[in-house]
């Protein structure tokens, strides 16, 4: 009975586990989707959409009357003017209470105008987080497809190791029967150390792309963690013209800097505000009662009642002038009206530049791939063909190894051209969506 708990435990901790094991290798789209989630930039960013819509409740609750209540209580004590002019010792108090109330009627348009910029900010701040996010996910992109390469780079290292290592065998038995001179083998052994550290150095690069991309994603790497490789696909290569017209219309940078300028053109018009008169509504009512000691005095209730006052009153204020502040706030509104189309124009020479040096590495990639590939048949054939050469013994060592060279450096050539070719062109259908 005791085992056969035991097997059930054992069979249960397996299940529970395996969904552990299959999350450790990651696919592209889950690195993206949980940087997307977790990383501290965006979160940073949504944050501070946060905060602007704060920024337009605020505005817009500046319409709201102000009411407040207020009460006192006083004590005087030693001489004091009296009624006769004369002084005398008086202990007086005195109580206050009331409420007052303001209403705003009209505020020079600063509410209306407050309340279109804070929105538009809003607009600003919220099409900035979305290019934050467009920002991690190609990050996220290239270190995931630089894992990638580092390990398929890792591969080729090794396939030359194993050559290497065959040929130093293959060499001991021809230099037993005596048909190459001890030096070969000493070059086959050098080959086989330089290998080793080629696949080391390999090693190191593969370890390090894959923490680079745990960093990115900001998750602990403790060494379980690993990526699935993605299916081999020939992405299209959008046209450039195409790219740049649907960036123009849909890119988040672009289009936050295009609010923020028009942000910066309403600020200016909320500072023109400041010449504009204002008008408020102000009413009150209050009571009080008053002790003196020495005096007849009306008792509390009675005193509260006939103390009872009532006011209200209209409030104009007309800007006549105010120190330049006014004048200045609009000049500053104007600098800053002026910096965010330069901004705006910024940002679209920087994505252009970004486009169109991706269209060009792309195309550049493309056809780096396609003459490789024939450099990697070619090299193949002629290093096969010098292996041949080699063993009958019409080749020496030296020629061996350069056609062992020139393959490998044609298989490192493609693999490269080919991450290359598959990084540019999913940045280029990142911007084009």
Known sequence: MKSKIIIVLIASLSVLYAPVQAQRAWSLDSCISYALTHNVEIRQRINAARQGEMAVREAKDRVLPN????????FSFGRGLTADNTYANRNTSSFSVGAQLSVPLFQGLRVVRSVKYSETSLKALVEQSEAVKDDVSINVMAAFLQALYAREALGVARMSLGVSKDELRRREILLDAGKIPELDLFEARAQVSRDELAVVNAENDSVLALLDLSNLLDIENDGSFDIIPLEEEYLPIPPLDEVWTNMQMANHSLRAAAIRRQAAGENVEVAKTGYIPTLSFNAGIGTSYYKTSGLSNEAFGPQMRHNFSKSFGFSLNIPIFDGFSTRNSIYRARLDRLNAELDLDNTRQQLYKAV???????KAAFSKEIASQSAVENTKAAF???????????????EYEKAKADYINALADRLQARYE??????I????NQ
């Open 421 to 426: 070719r598959q990084l540019r062109t999913r």
């Open 428 to 431: 280029l259908l990142h911007y």
């Open 356 to 362: 169109s040096t991706a269209h060009a590495q792309a």
């Open 67 to 74: 009411l407040s209540g207020y009460g006192s209580q006083n």
């Open 384 to 398: 096969d063909a010098m292996t041949v050469k080699y063993d009958n013994g019409r080749a020496n060592a030296t």
